[in-house]
């Protein structure tokens, strides 16, 4: 299972994490390929194309069945193709810093679940989490790696329990820094972006 991409020129062949944007449901690569330069702070990007295609141009991660509730097999296997990817094209030993909105942003919470020593930090953007048990919870719940989760007080379009979800599996499985921002809804705004690049730069220095 192949994934499209757009990224910046320095990928591959560097020590320092890429920046991986992974887009919602019904959009592209290109969606987020704008916030790369943006959040980063000066390290690679690459923004990816989920797999599974909706109509021309558009693209999911896995179908929705019960919304907040996905079936963990479908999100097991786009999260295996976002690994052959980063394998692939980056390298077998690259270290990741996965960027999510929506629907991405539960696939980037599935890479820190899965392989969490190649996760330097993750971002969540008006996401949620998978709630089927993953590989790595518990070295998580030990480690406490360092996760931003950004979200709306505005935003319907992810189910409630998930937000519960998502509320209580966190901070017991991270050093968590989240911000909730008045008034936005299902989206991001630049106050967000500030902080997510913030996070960025802070989250990629050793402690």
Do not use: K
């Not at 990817?85 to 942003?105: K, N």
């Not at 518990?138 to 950004?150: C, I, Q």
């Not at 007080?153 to 820094?177: C, F, K, N, S």
Request: charge should be negative.
């Amino acid at each position: 299972m192949s994934l499209a991409s757009v990224r910046s020129s320095d990928t591959g062949g560097t020590a320092a994490p890429t920046v991986l944007l992974l887009h919602g449901y019904g959009s592209s690569e290109q969606d987020l390929a704008g916030l790369g330069p943006l959040v980063s702070d000066g390290l690679p990007w690459a923004s990816l194309r989920a797999p599974l295609a909706l109509r021309t141009g558009a693209s999911a991660w896995f179908a929705i069945t019960t919304p907040g509730s996905p079936d963990p097999e479908p999100v097991v296997e786009a999260t295996d193709a976002i690994w052959g990817w980063v394998d692939a094209e980056l390298g077998p030993d690259a270290v990741v810093l996965p960027v999510g909105f929506s629907q991405g942003g539960l696939m980037a919470t599935q890479l820190l679940r899965t392989r969490p020593e190649r996760v330097a930090a993750t971002v969540v953007l008006a996401g949620f989490v998978l709630g089927a048990d993953q590989p790595a919870d518990d070295v998580l719940a030990a480690a406490r790696p360092r996760v931003f989760w950004g979200r709306g007080t505005l935003d319907g379009v992810i189910a409630p329990h998930a937000i519960e979800r998502t509320e209580a599996w966190l901070p017991q499985h991270a050093t968590l820094t989240e911000r909730v921002y008045p008034g936005l809804g299902h989206g991001v705004h630049a106050d967000e972006v500030a902080d997510v690049r913030a996070f960025v730069a802070t989250a990629t220095v050793p402690s």
